[in-house]
């Protein structure tokens, strides 16, 4: 039986010796059947069989001819296109207990991604080449997830003297960020948007009005007064909002708004499309399933920036990302090791991991309770990201260097993060039952994650889902 109940995964893994990723080893020759196809950017649809052969997805077609090697028969679980995540914390280099690329590709590779982009306030900040190789060198270490740095928009974040941003792309930057510290000078925002535009590069903002969030923990509301806990307001966020897009039609830059989590920041995206900027945004999937009632708990989990807001709030970001005027979901993974995070509230860092959860997460809160079209859901996850960002895939090629995940819908598990690859067990979701489980993901013609066993060399697996 190859899907099934929670827990199989477990059992498989206590079973014996085997790692599975191991043995599907460098997809020499296997044909992948009774796969739905769920490709928003392609043309295929349906139910197909796929053939890889040596990391190329060589065919795809319903009832392919056998080849020499394996096939297995995956009984209509889904394929989609690798998902991608523009916005994750690894904090390599510096904090090795927190993330280390290889720990963070891995568990992006569990979460059915196949490339990442990774924020430049790691405790060395991504502001120069020498950052960006090592990064480069690390993630060619590890699974096979392709790793896309962010660099910064100034030097050591510090909101002062522009990085040089030509250099940072020539060294293979993907868009460039101040994450985790808005550039709080708008005069210096400017002259950075008018750079990264002229380098090419989208900036992605963390939009905020500094000072407003103080010493604030959560969101300013109902919830803060009640347990006594500092505020952050909805205007701190919508303040900045407001500047950036202010900035984003006096620049003409490409303007990328970092997990909003405000109906107010909704309305100003709307209002910014409809104006025709060159605008795009993201939302987390905790932004999308939780509010600050969960503060209540005293829970450090729960704790992030922007922090978790009111119900309407989150109805406002499900309704945006389901019509597409918020383009994609980003995790804004956010590893800390436990000696830090669990701890009082007020000292606690923001933030929160969401690698291993964010498909079935958001797959919970859109597609079971919204409603929204799978197609829809892994355009965000998948072909929105690489259209902001401008990078290539997204999509099933044939032809083309095998990039997806097989996704069994019928299979539900309970969030633990103490199994989670991971390194870091900051997760709000813990005890959650998610449907959806990512059997395997292939990055670029390797097989990152298996979650189950591989077919036996020239023999034909039966049988599919139990
Ligand atoms: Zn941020």
């Keep these: 039986m190859m899907g099934g109940p929670e827990g199989s995964e477990a059992a498989m893994n206590r079973s014996g010796s085997m790692d599975p990723v191991a043995g599907w080893n460098a997809l020499d020759s296997v044909v992948l059947r009774n796969l739905r196809v769920v490709d928003p950017a392609g043309e295929s649809r349906g139910t197909s069989d796929l053939r890889v052969r040596h990391g190329i997805l060589e065919a795809m077609a319903s009832e392919l001819p056998a080849v020499e090697g394996a096939s297995i028969d995956f009984g209509g679980a889904v394929v989609m296109p690798g998902l991608f995540d523009m916005h994750v914390h690894f904090r390599e280099p510096g904090d090795e207990d927190s993330e280390t690329i290889a720990s963070g590709a891995l568990a992006a590779a569990r979460g059915g991604f196949t490339e990442v982009a990774c924020m430049p306030n790691s405790p060395v900040r991504i502001d120069g080449r020498s950052v960006i190789e090592l990064i480069h060198a690390r993630a060619r270490d590890a699974c096979g997830t392709r790793i896309h740095p962010v660099g910064a928009m100034t030097r050591n974040l510090d909101g002062k003297e522009l990085t040089e941003m030509a250099e940072l792309k020539q060294a293979g930057a993907v868009a460039v960020s101040?994450?985790?510290?808005?550039?709080?000078?708008?005069?210096?925002?400017?002259?950075?948007?008018?750079?990264?535009?002229?380098?090419?590069?989208?900036?992605?903002?963390?939009?905020?009005?500094?000072?407003?969030?103080?010493?604030?923990?959560?969101?300013?509301?109902?919830?803060?007064?009640?347990?006594?806990?500092?505020?952050?307001?909805?205007?701190?966020?919508?303040?900045?909002?407001?500047?950036?897009?202010?900035?984003?039609?006096?620049?003409?830059?490409?303007?990328?708004?970092?997990?909003?989590?405000?109906?107010?920041?909704?309305?100003?995206?709307?209002?910014?499309?409809?104006?025709?900027?060159?605008?795009?945004?993201?939302?987390t999937p905790h932004h999308l399933t939780l509010d600050h009632s969960h503060l209540r708990t005293y829970d450090s989990s729960f704790k992030m920036n922007p922090p978790l807001r009111t119900e309407e709030d989150v109805a406002a970001l499900r309704a945006a990302v389901k019509i597409g005027l918020i383009d994609t979901i980003a995790s804004d993974h956010a590893p800390h090791a436990a000696v830090r995070k669990d701890g009082e509230l007020d000292l606690a860092p923001f933030?929160?991991?969401?690698?291993?959860?964010?498909?079935?997460?958001?797959?919970?809160?859109?597609?079971?309770?919204?409603?929204?079209?799978?197609?829809?859901?892994?355009?965000?996850?998948?072909?929105?990201?690489?259209?902001?960002?401008?990078?290539?895939?997204?999509?099933?090629?044939?032809?083309?260097?095998?990039?997806?995940?097989?996704?069994?819908?019928?299979?539900?598990?309970?969030?633990?993060?103490?199994?989670?690859?991971?390194?870091?067990?900051?997760?709000?979701?813990?005890?959650?039952t998610l449907k959806g489980k990512i059997l395997l993901t292939v990055a670029g013609g390797t097989v990152t994650h298996a979650a189950v066993a591989p077919p036996a060399e020239g023999a034909r697996v039966p049988g599919g889902r139990g």
């Design 351 to 432: 933030g929160a991991i969401g690698l291993e959860t964010s498909f079935g997460v958001s797959y919970r809160a859109l597609v079971e309770e919204e409603g929204m079209r799978l197609d829809d859901l892994v355009e965000r996850m998948a072909v929105a990201p690489r259209r902001i960002l401008g990078l290539p895939g997204g999509r099933l090629e044939p032809g083309k260097p095998a990039d997806f995940a097989i996704l069994d819908l019928a299979w539900q598990w309970t969030v633990d993060p103490t199994a989670f690859a991971s390194l870091s067990r900051n997760c709000p979701f813990s005890g959650w």
């Design 178 to 283: 101040d994450d985790g510290h808005p550039v709080e000078s708008s005069a210096v925002m400017r002259r950075g948007m008018e750079y990264a535009r002229m380098c090419g590069l989208p900036v992605l903002s963390h939009s905020e009005e500094r000072s407003l969030r103080g010493q604030g923990v959560m969101h300013e509301g109902y919830w803060s007064t009640v347990l006594g806990l500092r505020g952050i307001p909805a205007a701190c966020e919508e303040i900045g909002v407001a500047r950036d897009l202010a900035l984003c039609e006096l620049t003409g830059a490409k303007l990328h708004l970092c997990h909003l989590s405000t109906r107010g920041s909704v309305a100003l995206l709307q209002r910014a499309k409809e104006r025709g900027l060159p605008v795009t945004a993201e939302v």
